[in-house]
């Protein structure tokens, strides 16, 4: 399966698409993850035919992919929704042929001491709704799929607070956020988790993996028991 994630720092933090390289290939699975990303690019970015990045992509696009993963830049759908959507819609104009699977990297709300939260005047939670919300308009805009890492992030806070899922700047994953982003992308694309932890990132215990993965499953289970009412 070949897979490229289209985004920024949220997506190239701690390796993340090579985790989520290593976890397939734990699983006996022959995944090809690739990404096009800078730091602090969004949509609008990519699609202007004047930056660096735009040349790289269209080369990238020009191959085939079975799911491309898009992730906007992490304040844009909240402070400036119809740029999001419209410059989402460009971006999957420019990707011929399509893959089996669009998928939409939801990102999460700043953490709570975050002043970015302050200046936009929501909290952790509420941006992270919007988030949620803006994403889904454009999956369904545009023929794809969520991969709602935001929510996985808002329920280990509520249920798991002793995991720390961001980095020292209340934005940027930690390696503990990368894996869940990474688990949370696992299921989008095959519909399943890992059953137990065969990949253990440098720096990371097996103890925290678990718990990780017990807070991806609890996650997408509560999504599955509310979708169905």
């Not at 999957?92 to 399509?98: E, F, T, V, W």
């Not at 002043?115 to 509420?126: A, F, N, Y």
């Not at 280990?156 to 994953?173: E, I, N, Q, V, W």
């Not at 925290?208 to 609890?218: D, G, S, T």
Request: proline letters at 6%.
């Amino acid at each position: 399966m070949r897979i490229l994630f289209i985004g920024n720092s949220y997506t190239y933090y701690n390796r993340m698409p090579e985790t989520l390289a290593h976890i397939a290939e734990a699983k006996g699975m022959d995944w090809v993850v690739e990404s096009v990303t800078k730091g602090g690019w969004s949509f609008a970015h990519y699609i202007n035919p004047e930056n660096e990045m735009h040349a790289p992509l269209k080369e990238k696009l020009a191959q085939a992919w079975d799911c491309i993963l898009l992730q906007e830049q992490s304040l844009r759908p909240v402070d400036g929704r119809e740029t999001f959507l419209r410059t989402a819609e460009a971006l999957c104009g420019m990707i011929s042929p399509r893959p089996a699977k669009l998928i939409y990297y939801v990102t999460w709300g700043r953490d709570d001491a975050s002043p970015q939260l302050e200046k936009l005047g929501i909290s952790r939670i509420t941006m992270t709704e919007k988030l949620r919300d803006a994403y889904a308009e454009a999956a369904a805009r545009t023929g794809g799929i969520l991969s709602d890492v935001g929510g996985a992030f808002a329920y280990t806070r509520a249920h798991f607070p002793h995991l720390p899922l961001y980095h020292t700047d209340g934005s940027h994953p930690s390696p503990a956020g990368s894996y869940l982003a990474a688990l949370i992308h696992f299921h989008a694309i095959t519909g399943a988790l890992p059953r137990e932890i065969r990949y253990v990132p440098e720096g990371m215990d097996t103890g925290a993996l678990k718990e990780i993965l017990r807070c991806a499953a609890e996650f997408l289970a509560e999504n599955e028991k509310s979708a169905k009412k």
